[in-house]
């Protein structure tokens, strides 16, 4: 038995993988294996015989249980540390950049200028791009041959009657139309116009203007003046001035053109404002009572003022981009930077 033992001691010591181990166990403790034969011979001994040989036997057979079951361990943690080692991440590597997506940037700006104008209770509306000529323009007191239409070089989609919208505008008329004429209505609309112009650094035949109306009894300018004033101070800052100047729409009287302070002089006067210290961002007035009463609304009782800005051009002097053509072109060495304009 003693020898036994030593010759397992042996075969374990020479072993090589734990493989080799667990066919050592299968030879020694297996069914078939040399210590079962023992059991055998154990079955034909008789007393204290039988005794002394069983207890030598269970000795054996314990003492090559721990030298296999070391022999196991050793082979097992063995292996597993040769996987770490094997499989360990060398963090000196430079690391693969995760890019990650992010706003576009005029959505950017018009869920601001949203954000706001709900804060002050107006509500948000969609109205259609393919529009009808008496909706862009006859309601809006813009007759049929106006020269007032020149300023807007149409795209007609069908015999001068339904043309892509040249103005966010007639989403104001749609909405009084369907407010009834007896309710006060409040709403911004951002969308998408069209304009027959040639595609260059500050023109782009689709943009998108933000138009808001404002119908109540005895709105006035002044009125006008402190929303767009609320609007501009939460784009650009509470450093942000507003200032009106005379202009004409057909729609509108009086009507005006919206200045702010210029952002990057602060009035001073700079390359960006031509020396001016202000910025037009906007057309705005008091919705002439010719609108209101095209759109059921009796301007002897009903009054209210509208106003429109070009998302891009806000966009564009917000984040500095001085090409109208980035926010269509896609061009990831331009918008990749968005982010890190919005932090300067
Ligand atoms: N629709 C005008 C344009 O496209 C912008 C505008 C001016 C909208 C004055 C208004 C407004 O609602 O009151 O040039």
């Known amino acids: 038995m003693e020898k036994i033992k030593q010759k397992v001691q042996e075969l374990l010591e020479n072993s090589k993988n734990l493989q080799e181990v667990l066919d050592i166990k299968t030879k020694y403790l297996g069914k078939k294996g040399i210590i079962n034969d023992f059991n055998n011979k154990l079955r034909g001994l008789e007393g204290a015989e039988k005794k002394e040989f069983g207890m030598k036997l269970n000795e054996l057979k314990k003492g090559i249980i721990k030298i296999l079951e070391d022999k196991i361990k050793f082979y097992e943690e063995k292996e597993l540390n040769d996987k770490l080692t094997k499989e360990s991440i060398d963090i000196t590597l430079p690391a693969t950049k995760i890019t990650n997506g992010s706003a576009n940037i005029l959505e950017k700006l018009v869920e601001e200028v949203e954000e706001v104008c709900m804060s002050l209770g107006f509500d948000v509306v969609d109205g259609p791009e393919v529009e009808e000529d008496h909706y862009n323009f006859e309601l809006l007191n813009i007759p049929k041959d106006h020269p007032a239409r ?91 001035e507003t200032r009106f100047r005379p202009s004409y729409y057909q729609f509108t009287e009086p009507s005006v053109e919206v200045d702010i302070t210029c952002f990057n002089c602060k009035g001073k006067g700079c390359n960006i404002c031509k020396n001016t210290g202000f910025i037009t961002v906007a057309g705005a007035g008091i919705v002439h009572p010719n609108v209101l009463s095209n759109c059921g609304y009796d301007p002897s009782i009903w009054t209210g003022f ?29 918008t990749n930077i968005f982010d890190r304009r919005e932090k300067n």
């Open 150 to 240: 020149d300023a807007q070089d149409t795209f007609y989609i069908k015999d001068n009657e339904i043309l892509l919208r040249s103005q966010t505008s007639p989403v104001q008329v749609r909405t009084m139309i369907k407010a009834g004429g007896n309710s006060p209505v409040r709403i911004i609309c951002p969308g998408k116009t069209y304009r027959r112009d040639e595609d260059d650094a500050t023109h782009s035949h689709q943009f998108m203007q933000i138009e808001g109306l404002l119908v109540d009894k005895n709105v006035s300018l002044s009125d006008l003046k402190g929303t767009i004033d609320i609007i501009f101070k939460h784009l650009f800052g509470e450093t942000c």
């Open 306 to 334: 509208a106003f429109g800005f070009g998302a891009e051009r806000l966009a564009m002097l917000k984040y500095n981009i001085n090409d109208i053509r980035t926010f269509y072109q896609t061009d990831l060495r331009e």
